[in-house]
């Protein structure tokens, strides 16, 4: 029998799941509205069902609890698991299949059952004109030109690049540096995109100076400093990132590029709305469990926050939506840290 549980603690666990379940049905419906399942999103809620499943199977042991009450709660813990066990499964799924993402989600919920696809239920779709003829796109009709490009080899216009290796290999020496690469990989990635455009230079530059700020604070500044030279006596050295860390990068980057594609194309900015989705974004920062080292986290948090305050107080509108998506990249980068084991893990070890 563990521990005895306050009955009102008992209601803030049940207003968790409450809150959870919601979380599942806005996930869910939102999949369908957008057209596609955001694997970062799908790491979230794994994660929070992880944590929530934990706190429920907990309190079905604790002293006090009726039995009638510990067997209803037992019941939302076995589902808690199977959810949680099915959501990573989600993103690969989505990648390969043509199913619409909510009929994805359910076939998974109800066993993997195949889920209609689209070619179920239309099998071709052909355009005439008023003569019966098949209408056929002038050879002289040419296809918009794409408002960026991503390209293989990262362009150093302004030598951040170079000049944040230089002080990954500084330190190195003393310093564990796994968490400082991931950010220098982030700064990598940022400069692979190209554009014709007369903002990209700001597109670029503007989330490039947050990551060297992140990175610089990590190596040089405390808490950080002293919290990786503590780990490289406990932890090898490891120096570069898994396939699934770099891809987690790529995933966010090309979020936060999608974000300013009306910047680059010329077109109306909604100001307002993008500032609304990146306090929303932030307002669901995720600070992990427990067992982390919360003083590295605050420091990503404590970016993501200043971009969002000089998105909201600066006077131009082109800055206001590139810092909005900055705040809600700098979000969406501490997710992929939380849901990589090794950057987790690091995490943990930092903490005394």
Request: net charge negative; proline share 4%; glycine share 6%.
């Amino acid at each position: 029998m563990s521990e005895p549980i306050d009955m009102n603690e008992l209601i803030d666990r049940l207003l968790l799941v409450a809150t959870l379940n919601s979380t599942l049905v806005h996930f869910l419906l939102s999949s369908q509205i957008e057209g596609q399942v955001d694997p970062d999103r799908v790491d979230s809620l794994t994660q929070g069902l992880k944590r929530t499943r934990q706190w429920m199977e907990n309190a079905t042991t604790a002293e006090g609890i009726p039995e009638s009450t510990a067997n209803i709660m037992g019941l939302i813990v076995k589902r808690l698991s199977q959810i949680e066990s099915l959501l990573p499964k989600l993103s690969v799924r989505a990648q390969t299949s043509s199913t619409a993402p909510t009929a994805e989600i359910l076939s998974l919920l109800d066993g993997g059952h195949k889920a209609p696809t689209r070619t179920d239920v239309v099998t071709t779709e052909t355009t005439h004109s008023d003569s019966g003829l098949v209408s056929v796109k002038g050879e002289e009709e040419q296809e918009p030109e794409e408002p960026y490009i991503k390209t293989e080899i990262e362009d150093d216009e302004w030598g951040y690049i170079g000049q944040q290796r230089r002080l990954i290999d500084q330190y190195s020496k003393r310093c564990h540096v796994l968490l400082p690469t991931f950010w220098y990989e982030v700064l990598r990635e940022l400069h692979k995109y190209q554009s014709k455009s007369t903002y990209m230079g700001d597109v670029i530059d503007e989330p490039s100076k947050t990551v060297m700020r992140v990175i610089k604070g990590l190596l040089t500044e405390a808490p950080g400093a002293r919290l990786l030279q503590d780990l490289s006596k406990r932890r090898p050295q490891e120096r570069d990132l898994m396939g699934s860390e770099i891809e987690r990068i790529e995933r966010a980057v090309a979020n936060y590029y999608r974000g300013v594609e009306g910047i680059l194309k010329g077109e109306k900015l909604r100001v307002q709305e993008k500032i609304d989705e990146a306090s929303a974004t932030f307002d669901g920062f995720d600070w992990g469990g427990p067992e982390l080292e919360k003083r590295i986290i605050k420091r990503f948090n404590q970016r993501a926050e200043e971009a969002l305050r000089s998105a909201e107080s600066d006077s131009d509108e082109i800055r206001q939506v590139i810092l909005a998506e900055v705040s809600k990249l700098l979000c969406k980068l501490q997710l992929a840290i939380l849901a990589e084991p090794r950057l987790r893990e690091i995490l943990t070890q930092m903490k005394p």
